[in-house]
């Protein structure tokens, strides 16, 4: 991004109106005794629209910079006021050096990705690549740290396609998104081959190969994947590695890698210990002793040092970017949307095959039974997507047991940490109920849950509770329920936990969150479970083919007009996705 401001001569004043996104940038200006950081009001414009802006009585920086683009400016004319970006204690700024080779490396990373990346990316997305190449490249190891839903996957994806020809890399990420990241390595770099590895023989280590595989398996095959090296490591998640003493922990260390990057939304989670475990797993060797890092960092913080903040934002800026929604708005749509394939556990990979073996043998019948019959097969298999204990009976443990159900409790977890409110609608009644007793037993918090079983002062009440500013932080919702009507521009966060059969129904949810009042980029993820009839369902969207009924009706009646071959064809699981 450009940050256009001006300058009076004694000051700043308005930016140039009409140009973008008006925020307030930290930057060093001029003041009494010398140079100062001060906030200066900015209009923000995305790179690749800067060239061509009309502006009216426009400073030196802005030809010089103009001309960086066509490789004509040399960095040393740039004036100060065209790079005066403070670095985080303040002393000094970026380089003019350094801000012109950030542009110029952008702009031919962008350029470069074109061709292998099948991706749009976003201005912040390409810096966001480029900035790990020269981090690794440096330190031999990062931490991308950006908020939810800014695209730290399709990043990790473009930094890994620029390494495909030195090597084998590997992923390691929760075992549940597995499938997801093979998915999202297919779709996006089509060029790299993914392959998800769940012990036994490792991959031939050829480059352009990306090994996929989950923290259970690092932890219990980590020697197979210690004894080979590999190009790079990308721990997805990297708070699951916040404690150094667990077994996980020593086997993602135990990896030789060239290069490591540690991807989480949430670097610190509880106490800064756990971020010099995530700096000690990624660079080794500027984070070396936990001691020294407690004595220079963690103990004066604790006592209230500003300096130690300071010293310690210094110490992090070569290696950890954090970004936040607020920060990239000027680049981001109104809507996000994060589609997210969650593999099935090993117990529902179990019950969805029983209950499909169980329905062949029965048969579907016909007419207006075979409706009813292919409705009840259908709901059994999609609540098993949910949580196999909806089926079971057994729900003691809810944790561990559901693909689907672990992602959104990670979700929710970040969420809270990043004090983000959030929305979680379901289909089913009983999937809520376990999402609200997830968030009381595990989360400690209390989550209001919206249905059609509530009267309307309940519903009413809700409602105002969950938009006032010290509202719970999460709201369990009925689709059917709350599909319509509401505004709950509260939150910023929407999830779709289970699949309706048409898009515009999950639309409409979402648009609860996304409505006149909200002004935050909306977050919507949707949950699929991968290889099961979900996986249908998100592919009728995809190919915007889905009924415009809104109700399961005319779905259901698609899916009981086929033959039983065709019908059993698209419910069982597709186990070599």
Known sequence: MFALWTWTGHGPEKPPGGLGERDSIALAIPAADGIAVGEVECALVEADRFPALTLPEAGESVRLWRNAFDGESDPAELPPAAHAVPNAAGTAIVSAVRAVRALRDTLAVSAELRTGLKAELRPYQARGITWLRETVAVHGGAVLADEMGLGKTVQAIGYLLGRAGDGAQLVVCPTSLVGNWVHEIQRFAPG????????????????????????????????????????????????????????????????????????????????????????NLVVPQAFTHKAQFRRRFVKPIHEGSAAAVTRLRDALEPILLARRKAQVAAALPPKIHTDLVCDLTGEQEKLYDQLL??????????????????????????????????????????????????????????????????????????????????????????????????????????????????????????????????????????????????????????????????????????????????????GMHDRKSALTDLSDTAGIAELARLDDERLLELLRRKRGN
């Open 192 to 279: 790299l081959r993914a392959v998800a590895w769940r012990g036994g023989e490792l991959p031939a280590a050829a480059a352009g190969t990306v090994v996929v595989t989950g923290y259970p398996t690092l932890r219990g095959h980590g020697q197979g994947l210690a004894e080979q090296r590999w190009t790079s490591v990308v721990f997805d998640e990297a708070q699951v590695l916040k404690n150094p003493r667990t077994q996980v922990s020593k086997a993602a260390r135990a990896i030789t890698a060239d290069a490591r990057v540690a991807l989480t939304g949430t670097p610190v989670e509880n106490h800064l210990d756990e971020l010099w475990a995530l700096l």
């Open 357 to 538: 073996d169980r329905a062949e043998a029965e048969g579907f019948g016909s007419g207006a039974q075979r409706h009813t019959r292919v409705l009840a097969v259908l709901t059994e298999l999609k609540q098993v997507c949910n949580h196999p204990g909806l089926i079971t009976g057994e729900l003691d443990e809810l944790t561990g047991r559901s693909g689907k159900f672990d992602v959104c409790a990670d979700i929710l977890a970040n969420n809270l940490e990043a004090d983000a409110p959030t929305l979680v609608f379901t289909q089913y009644r009983r999937t809520g109920e376990l999402l609200v007793r997830y968030c009381a037993e595990e989360l400690g918090v209390t989550a209001p849950f919206f249905h059609g079983g509530l009267n309307q002062a309940e519903r009413t009440d809700i409602v105002t509770r969950f938009q006032s500013p010290g509202g719970p932080p999460i709201l369990i919702l009925s689709l059917r329920a709350a599909g319509t009507g509401l505004t709950l521009t509260r939150a910023a966060d929407v999830i779709h936990f289970d699949r309706w059969w048409n898009p515009a129904v999950e639309a409409q949810a979402s648009d609860r969150a996304h409505r006149i009042g909200q002004t935050r980029t909306v977050t919507v993820t949707t949950l699929t479970s991968g290889t099961t009839i979900e996986e249908h369902i998100a």
